[in-house]
């Protein structure tokens, strides 16, 4: 099991590092991204191992995607975007797809169905985390302006 979480974080790691080098993010951010992916991915797996559902699990790891790609953007000096785009790619569900339309060619339209509505939900869940997570950035920074302002 340790093992297997092991080599799943690091797997989640290179693949969001690759990605970094892919969308040319400076070389100085790359571990950055690659740290963004594996956390958000830690957060997926160990949330399914609890037995939430997949798509709890997803919005819950696209937030906190998004929370530490906030984090990393003010401590680096980057664009939110650098990190994030970067640190969701495990999560998207990729394998699925695919399943969708295997499933489509081989003429199991149920099949087919089920499998692109599990997509639709799991990139919503995604979107969501991203935005929920923005918004409430928003909020705390426009809270913490609204004391500071004139009189």
């Known amino acids: 099991m340790i093992l297997e979480l092991l080599e799943q974080l690091a797997t989640s790691f290179v693949a969001s590092a690759g990605f970094a080098?892919?969308?040319?993010v400076p070389g100085r951010n790359i571990c950055y991204c690659g740290l963004v992916g594996m956390a958000g991915w830690a957060v997926y797996v160990v949330l399914?191992?609890?037995?939430?559902?997949?798509?709890?699990?997803?919005l819950a790891a696209s937030f906190a995607?998004?929370?530490?790609?906030?984090?990393?953007?003010k401590l680096c000096r980057a664009p939110i975007i650098l990190f994030s785009?970067?640190?969701i790619v495990p999560l998207v569900p990729g394998g699925v797809a695919y399943d969708a339309m295997r499933n489509v060619v081989q003429n199991h339209y149920d099949i087919a169905v089920q499998k692109a509505f599990e997509v639709f939900m799991l990139s919503g869940a995604i979107a969501f985390g991203?935005?929920?997570?923005?918004?409430?950035n928003q909020v705390i920074?426009?809270?913490g302006q609204a004391g500071h302002g004139p009189k």
């Open 130 to 136: 991203l935005v929920f997570s923005e918004v409430i």
């Open 48 to 58: 399914l191992h609890l037995q939430a559902d997949p798509i709890v699990a997803t």
């Open 21 to 24: 080098v892919l969308f040319n």
């Open 65 to 73: 995607v998004t929370v530490l790609s906030q984090l990393l953007a």
């Open 141 to 143: 920074r426009n809270a």
């Open 85 to 87: 785009v970067s640190g």
